[in-house]
């Protein structure tokens, strides 16, 4: 027989690291196992020669992009689940979950005409970029297939957000492991031509992340229609589209969307335009470095999605000053993980791009990209806790602001100038916009949040209702 599910109190009697980090640990885990997801393609990728390495990751983010105009809102649902559970409205809760697939339906909408834009979008680009052709055939290959993920990657983006706001993070994590299996056996088949299937290369690798996505989202879905999940959050009867629901979504989540695309977009400018302008070793040492840059900030996104719930909640409860306590305590932690990520980078960038060439011109172009990267580790601690701690109170649209600013003058304006004034200083040049990029953006957001402003919003009109059977309102609690 199914457990029963209870909703759980935000103070449990631990110590705060201690709680944030069991909390955190089931998320870390699946942002690492997102990433390793990643990995295993660009590793698997690239054995298929230098061109398909120097194609997997522009063509990735550009269909991360195209996927961000949806993933945004459909993540804000983590932010009204925490609400509506520390307010004692379990059900409420529920329903809210349900709104990711009416939203990954709209994204399935929007995938039909965005695949005819492809070659179009290829055709112009890929010359403009400076991409061999042949990296821009394997490009479109990869692009016009796994653009298809967008629908169920936006369907898990909410489904998650509804399992870490009703701080049940192991349910996302056990979705994501079954992706990877089915992924890596699905890559294996596919690029290869393995168990009679055709060798289908890059082409393959889509196809995999396409159905790996989707079994993703299937493990989700049975989870939250689940006996004990409907038991406590009434999952089964609130599966009806809500438009009140999705407004508020929408008005919440539309920044976060437009931030999404904004960040990723300048990341597909900055990979797919400026640095080709460097030749294709320092495209592939862009991509290696980015691909290693994942080992520092997707384990601290997830610290701070679990510190997005543990704010969402107290603001639920009306306890402002929790908020503020817990996201101290993240902060504290997240800065010593990146900090020691970032003396690592810069101790060891020589044999960690290594492990993906023997190229000694990738290798010593990817030396300069990881020293980039060690700098801006300490500031990308701050932009990560402060982001997630602010869309945990809903304050979405001022960030989504600063950060399109910090993207467009700072990160690729001041990159394109260095690319074209300064040309002779190579990679070096434009990694370093980056991290001035990042060091503002961090200031900015952690002066946002100790000003304060967070505490007037507000996502609800009535005023919460006692608080839920096994909830008792949390005492304040200390930093550790």
Same mark, same amino acid.
């Given at each position: ?120 979008? +290829? ?30 990657? /936006?369907? &898990?983006?909410?489904? *998650?957000?509804?399992?870490?706001? !009703? ?19 699905? *890559? +294996?088949?596919?690029? +290869? ?16 992340? !396409?159905?790996?996505? &989707? #079994? ?12 004990? %999940? ?7 009867? *609130? ?22 695309? #904004? ?47 543990? !704010?969402? %909640? ?49 290798? *010593? ?7 980039? #990267? ?31 600013? &910090? ?10 100038? %260095?690319?074209? !004034? ?42 919460? /209702? ?6 008792? /309102? ?7």
């Amino acid at each position: 027989m199914s457990k029963p599910i209870t909703v759980q109190k935000l103070d449990t009697g631990e110590r705060p690291t201690r709680e944030l980090l069991r909390l955190a640990m089931p998320i870390i885990g699946m942002t690492v196992s997102r990433m390793l997801m990643g990995f295993i393609d660009f590793a698997m990728v690239s054995t298929l020669g230098t061109e398909a390495q120097a194609a997997i990751s522009p063509a990735s983010i550009l269909v991360f992009a195209f996927i961000c105009t949806g993933l945004g809102a459909a993540q804000t649902i983590q932010t009204f689940v925490a609400q509506s559970d520390g307010r004692g409205e379990p059900s409420e809760a529920g329903a809210f979950g349900w709104q990711a697939v009416y939203i990954g339906v709209l994204m399935g909408l929007l995938t039909i005409p965005a695949t005819r834009l492809v070659a179009p979008l +290829y055709a112009w680009m890929g010359p403009a970029a400076h991409h061999a052709p042949e990296v821009i055939a394997l490009e479109m290959q990869y692009t016009s297939v796994a653009i298809w993920a967008a629908a169920p990657a /936006v369907i &898990c983006g909410g489904m *998650n957000g509804f399992f870490q706001g !009703v701080r049940r993070p192991a349910v996302s994590l056990i979705a994501i492991l079954c992706s990877i299996v089915f992924n890596i056996v699905g *890559n +294996y088949a596919l690029i +290869y031509g393995n168990w009679g299937f055709p060798e289908m290369g890059i082409r393959g690798a889509a196809i995999a992340t !396409v159905l790996g996505w &989707c #079994v993703r989202a299937a493990v989700l879905m049975l989870a939250m229609t689940s006996r004990p %999940f409907d038991a406590a959050y009434s999952t089964r009867s *609130n599966w009806r589209p809500n438009f009140t629901k999705l407004g508020s979504i929408a008005r919440i989540g539309t920044p976060a969307s437009i931030q999404w695309l #904004v960040d990723i977009g300048s990341w597909v400018v900055f990979t797919t335009f400026i640095i080709p302008t460097f030749g294709m070793v320092s495209m592939a040492a862009t991509n290696i470095g980015i691909q290693l840059l994942h080992l520092s900030f997707m384990p601290a996104i997830g610290l701070a999605i679990a510190l997005s719930s543990q !704010v969402g %909640f107290a603001i639920g409860r009306d306890r402002h000053d929790e908020a503020l306590a817990r996201t101290r305590v993240a902060l504290r932690l997240t800065l010593g993980y990146m900090g020691a990520a970032g003396i690592g980078f810069m101790l060891a960038a020589r044999p960690l791009v290594g492990v993906f060439t023997d190229d000694p011109e990738v290798i *010593n172009a990817g030396a300069t990209v990881m020293f980039c #990267v060690a700098l801006f580790q300490l500031p990308d601690a701050l932009c990560i806790v402060m982001s997630h701690a602010l869309r945990g109170a809903g304050d979405t649209r001022w960030q989504a602001i600063v950060n399109g600013l &910090c993207c467009w003058f700072i990160f690729i304006g001041g990159g394109t100038l %260095f690319a074209r !004034v300064w040309p002779e200083l190579g990679l070096a040049g434009p990694w370093s916009m980056c991290v001035a990029f990042v060091f503002v953006q961090g200031i900015l957001f952690a002066w946002r949040w100790q000003s304060g402003a967070w505490r007037s919003i507000r996502l609800f009109d009535e005023a919460p /209702v006692a608080a839920a059977p096994g909830a008792a /309102v949390p005492e304040p609690v200390e930093p550790a």
